[in-house]
T-cell receptor, first 114, second 114 residues
């Protein structure tokens, strides 16, 4: 199994509070991704990174920011959490450029915003 | 852009039954195609892939053939087990696949009863 951990695994917070989720990899892969998973929507890409300090938006980036200060860590921040951000968040990594290269996923973080 | 449509679930069947999950895609060119599986409480993991037209991906008794004529990549297994109960996702690279970004179908939940 690819070495990907996410923390915390579960979090309950209140509307308006900031939240940071962490993804840590031990594979030294270049690309990292944050997805959210919601019933009826499958997985949707929030942000991704193609190197240290290099990030870009995905399809549902509003209300989220990311940072990658070192290869192994990719942080997802909700500046002011809203109930619509209640979801399961997955981090993924990928090694090389190329459409045949798969992504490897972390175990997920279940976030509840009250 | 590239997109994928898969049959909605849940699909409920008995052990040793035949399973088919339909997946059709819209894409520019002939991108790689993937099936991911998500077991309860876990992240996604790659089940199989096909990198070019007419390729057949296979793993754990599952198969899928990349059919460009029908733009399909249906997942099949001849005899399912209770342990195959999971959510299955069809995926392909986004049209601007820099960073190996993937787009996912909505997922199909499969429940296998003893």
């Amino acid at each position: 199994d690819a070495g990907i951990t996410q923390s915390p695994r579960h979090k309950v917070t209140e509307t308006g509070t900031p939240v940071t989720l962490r993804c840590h990899q031990t594979e030294n892969h270049r690309y990292m991704y944050w997805y959210r998973q919601d019933p009826g929507h499958g997985l949707r890409l929030i942000h991704y990174s193609y190197g240290v300090k290099d990030t870009d938006k995905g399809e549902v980036s509003d209300g989220y920011s990311v940072s990658r200060s070192k290869t192994e860590d990719f942080l997802l921040t909700l500046e002011s959490a809203t109930s619509s951000q209640t979801s399961v968040y997955f981090c993924a990594i990928s090694e090389r450029q190329g459409s045949y290269n798969e992504q490897f996923f972390g175990p997920g973080t279940r976030l509840t915003v009250l | 852009g590239n997109s994928v449509t898969q049959m909605e679930g849940p699909v409920t069947l008995s052990e040793e039954a035949f399973l088919t999950i339909n997946c059709t895609y819209t894409a520019t060119g002939y991108p790689s195609l993937f099936w991911y599986v998500q077991y309860p409480g876990e992240g996604l993991q790659l089940l199989l892939k096909a990198t070019k037209a007419d390729d057949k991906g296979s793993n754990k008794g599952f198969e899928a053939t990349y059919r460009k004529e029908t733009t399909s990549f249906h997942l099949e297994k001849g005899s399912v087990q209770v342990s195959d109960s999971a959510v299955y996702f069809c995926a392909l690279p986004m049209i601007k696949a820099a960073g190996n970004k993937l787009t996912f179908g909505g997922g199909t939940r499969v429940l296998v009863k003893p």
